[in-house]
């Protein structure tokens, strides 16, 4: 089993920037793809980012390419969106989850393991 717990999270006023973090830990999730999923009250679940076992290739919802970047450390089990330029439009709970193949993909259903989120709220 595998346990995800996100930090980060907090209020933040437009344009600003924040940095997400997710430690797993329990079973490793070597070899596994990692990402980030969103939702904001009211609305559907988004994949936003996501990134592959060895870190060399990354995907991005179009709503956040060139303004996140998803990262990570295998070293240390965690995973990192760094979020600049943000809006009111990015408030939501936002989810760590972890797929058990190296492959990255952009769907939600694929990820088995979710940790229990980390609010980010953005004041205009």
């Known amino acids: 089993q595998v346990q995800l717990v996100e930090a980060g999270g907090g209020g933040v006023q437009a344009g600003g920037s924040l940095r997400l973090s997710c430690a797993a830990s329990?079973?490793?999730?070597?070899?596994?793809?990692m990402g980030w999923v969103r939702q904001a009250p009211g609305k559907e679940r988004e994949f936003i980012a996501g990134?592959?076992?060895?870190?060399?290739?990354?995907l991005y919802a179009d709503s956040v390419k060139g303004r996140f970047t998803i990262s990570r450390d295998n070293s240390k089990n965690a995973v990192y969106l760094q979020m600049n330029s943000l809006t009111p439009e990015d408030t939501a709970l936002y989810y760590c989850a972890a797929r058990p193949s190296a492959r990255a993909t952009m769907d939600a259903n694929e990820y088995a393991y979710w940790g229990q989120g980390t609010q980010v709220t953005v004041s205009s």
């Open positions: 329990g079973r490793t999730c070597n070899g596994y793809a």
């Open positions: 990134v592959n076992w060895t870190g060399g290739i990354t």
